[in-house]
């Protein structure tokens, strides 16, 4: 079938044949999402265009365009389904839609803008009632021509307006749905009215209600321009797309239905000091936390990329300095043979904060707790001075230091010119505090259950009994 998007209408249990790259693939009709439904091009029902988004998704950053006038634009075929227009097709079409006389031009140009927001909040499985762009719909209906563009290729945040600008020779107004009524418009010359609208992101509002607030603002425009009977073309589209899939990236996915979900977060790698080209200390902590005496306030040294001079490594001792813009963490490390075990374990001597401002330094002793063999790593979910310290003060003066290192794991020796960790030995021992309360509860409850159950195997029943007819039965005190 090559390379071209075929689809077939027809009823609700019928299906879609879709193809990319010689592979044809079959999606119900309901699972072809229409995006703000019977969005018409014309008031012709049977030239009504639908916005549909597609199984598959180019790897071309893209946005909805959606534009609507009051006079009559020119006709355009019905794009195949997956098909991108470029703005150089947008630019072609744009130039008989302007070609003569004066234009009044109402570009709303959101933040963000992508066709999932119209699958998600646009009402499209028939519920109405919960759409966010009412108004957008009533205008697209009530208007005498309409063109949709659900996939506009993205180029630049300022592609659309400088396109809008040399169509119409004029430069665009920003205006905004409060101070248009005092707006007084030359409509013998070509006018480029630009209301920004915001999107959802870094907002304490949800994205429905930011696109219901938007939706809201277009009514007030296009409501203030019918009352002064001037005649307009709208064009809602985005700043920047605001969401980007990538083609490649679902094509080795099973097609069906899944569940939505948050992308996972981006994992840091591990810092590692090399010497002589082989890895030498390697240190991860997903936060590094400190609190100087001065402060109560922590500050994580992790979201900061350090530099590693001064850093050192031999067969006995390690020195990882992590220089940062007002900090430096130092941590030393040794490694000895202990006859005991008959192994080499490696400790982590100290860690040293010094302030570089004020040039004090908080100096703590971490060899009472931070220990493994030499060939393992030491990893700890926190490591701290001040809570099952493991960081103890050196003096009396880092007492009011505080460090706090989450997600820990460090290796000074045994890398073995690897770049990942050893096998780790945790901090947290075999038998908890939880652990040892359980067994000795079970152990005195399982005593007093022997002795209860040896009392009871000691009960004996009598074997005499008194008979009223006959003498009482003595029972000499031997027995």
Same mark, same amino acid.
């Given at each position: 079938?090559?390379?071209?998007?075929?689809?077939?209408?027809?009823?609700?249990?019928?299906?879609? =044949?879709?193809?990319?790259?010689?592979?044809?693939?079959?999606?119900? !009709? !309901?699972?072809?999402?229409?995006?703000?439904?019977?969005?018409? /091009?014309?008031? %012709? =029902?049977?030239? !009504?265009?639908?916005?549909?988004?597609?199984? *598959?998704?180019?790897?071309? +950053?893209?946005?909805?365009?959606?534009?609507?006038?009051?006079?009559?634009?020119?006709?355009?075929?019905?794009?195949?389904?997956?098909?991108?227009?470029?703005?150089?097709?947008?630019?072609? *079409?744009?130039?008989?839609?302007?070609?003569?006389?004066?234009?009044?031009?109402?570009? &709303?140009?959101?933040?963000?803008?992508?066709?999932?927001?119209?699958?998600?909040?646009?009402?499209?499985?028939?519920?109405?009632?919960?759409?966010?762009?009412?108004?957008?719909?009533?205008?697209?209906?009530?208007?005498?021509?309409? @063109?949709? &563009?659900?996939?506009?290729?993205?180029?630049?945040?300022?592609?659309?307006?400088?396109? $809008?600008?040399?169509?119409?020779?004029?430069? =665009?107004?920003?205006?905004?749905?409060?101070?248009?009524?005092?707006?007084?418009?030359?409509?013998?010359?070509?006018?480029?009215?630009? #209301?920004?609208? =915001?999107?959802?992101?870094?907002?304490?509002?949800?994205?429905?209600?930011?696109?219901?607030?938007?939706?809201?603002?277009?009514?007030?425009?296009?409501?203030?321009?019918?009352?002064?009977?001037?005649? *307009?073309?709208?064009? *809602?589209?985005?700043?920047?797309?605001?969401?980007?899939?990538?083609?490649?990236?679902?094509?080795?996915?099973?097609?069906?239905?899944?569940?939505?979900?948050?992308?996972?977060?981006?994992?840091?790698?591990?810092?590692?000091?090399?010497?002589?080209?082989?890895?030498?200390?390697?240190?991860?902590?997903?936060?590094?936390?400190?609190?100087?005496?001065?402060?109560?306030?922590?500050?994580?040294?992790?979201?900061?990329?350090?530099?590693?001079?001064?850093?050192?490594?031999?067969?006995?001792?390690?020195?990882?300095?992590?220089?940062?813009?007002?900090?430096?963490?130092? &941590?030393?490390?040794?490694?000895?043979?202990?006859?005991? /075990?008959?192994?080499?374990?490696?400790?982590?001597?100290?860690?040293?904060?010094?302030?570089?401002?004020?040039?004090?330094?908080?100096?703590?002793?971490?060899?009472?707790?931070?220990?493994?063999? +030499?060939?393992?790593?030491?990893?700890?979910?926190?490591?701290?001075?001040?809570?099952?310290?493991?960081?103890?003060?050196?003096?009396?003066?880092?007492?009011?230091? !505080?460090?706090?290192?989450?997600?820990?794991? #460090?290796?000074?020796?045994?890398?073995?010119?690897?770049?990942?960790?050893?096998?780790?030995?945790?901090? +947290?021992?075999?038998?908890? +505090?939880?652990?040892?309360?359980? $067994? #000795?509860?079970?152990?005195? @409850?399982?005593?007093?259950?022997?002795?209860?159950?040896?009392? #009871?195997?000691?009960?004996?029943?009598? %074997?005499?009994?008194?008979?009223?007819?006959?003498?009482?039965?003595?029972?000499?005190?031997?027995?």
């Amino acid at each position: 079938m090559g390379n071209t998007a075929h689809t077939v209408t027809g009823g609700d249990d019928q299906r879609w =044949p879709c193809s990319w790259s010689d592979q044809e693939h079959y999606y119900p !009709r !309901r699972e072809i999402v229409r995006i703000l439904l019977s969005l018409p /091009s014309s008031h %012709d =029902p049977e030239q !009504r265009q639908y916005v549909t988004a597609s199984p *598959y998704w180019s790897s071309t +950053a893209q946005v909805p365009l959606l534009m609507w006038s009051s006079k009559s634009l020119p006709p355009l075929a019905s794009p195949l389904a997956g098909h991108i227009t470029s703005m150089e097709e947008l630019a072609a *079409y744009l130039t008989p839609a302007f070609g003569s006389g004066p234009h009044t031009v109402l570009l &709303f140009l959101q933040d963000k803008l992508s066709k999932d927001d119209f699958t998600l909040f646009g009402g499209v499985f028939g519920n109405k009632q919960e759409s966010a762009f009412r108004n957008l719909e009533a205008a697209l209906q009530s208007s005498s021509s309409s @063109m949709t &563009f659900p996939a506009l290729e993205w180029t630049g945040e300022s592609a659309i307006p400088s396109l $809008l600008q040399e169509k119409l020779g004029a430069s =665009p107004l920003l205006v905004d749905a409060d101070t248009l009524s005092h707006l007084s418009l030359n409509t013998s010359v070509s006018n480029l009215l630009l #209301i920004n609208l =915001p999107y959802c992101s870094g907002s304490l509002k949800s994205c429905k209600e930011v696109l219901s607030d938007n939706d809201e603002v277009m009514g007030k425009v296009l409501s203030f321009l019918k009352a002064k009977d001037v005649s *307009y073309t709208a064009i *809602y589209t985005g700043l920047q797309p605001s969401q980007v899939i990538s083609r490649s990236s679902l094509l080795n996915q099973q097609v069906g239905r899944t569940l939505l979900q948050a992308p996972g977060a981006v994992v840091r790698p591990p810092i590692i000091y090399n010497m002589s080209g082989a890895p030498c200390i390697m240190l991860w902590a997903q936060s590094l936390l400190i609190s100087l005496p001065s402060s109560s306030e922590w500050i994580d040294l992790a979201a900061e990329s350090p530099s590693l001079s001064r850093s050192m490594c031999n067969s006995t001792n390690s020195m990882l300095v992590l220089n940062f813009v007002n900090y430096t963490l130092s &941590f030393a490390m040794s490694q000895r043979f202990y006859p005991v /075990s008959a192994r080499n374990w490696f400790t982590l001597d100290s860690v040293q904060l010094q302030v570089h401002q004020t040039g004090q330094t908080g100096s703590f002793i971490g060899s009472r707790g931070i220990y493994a063999p +030499a060939e393992y790593s030491f990893r700890c979910q926190s490591v701290s001075s001040f809570r099952d310290a493991l960081l103890i003060p050196s003096n009396q003066n880092t007492t009011q230091w !505080r460090l706090n290192f989450i997600d820990f794991q #460090i290796q000074g020796f045994g890398l073995s010119n690897s770049t990942n960790f050893s096998y780790a030995s945790d901090c +947290a021992g075999f038998f908890t +505090a939880g652990i040892w309360m359980g $067994l #000795i509860t079970s152990l005195l @409850m399982l005593l007093i259950f022997v002795y209860g159950l040896h009392m #009871i195997m000691q009960l004996n029943t009598m %074997d005499r009994f008194d008979d009223p007819k006959g003498p009482s039965i003595s029972v000499p005190q031997s027995e």
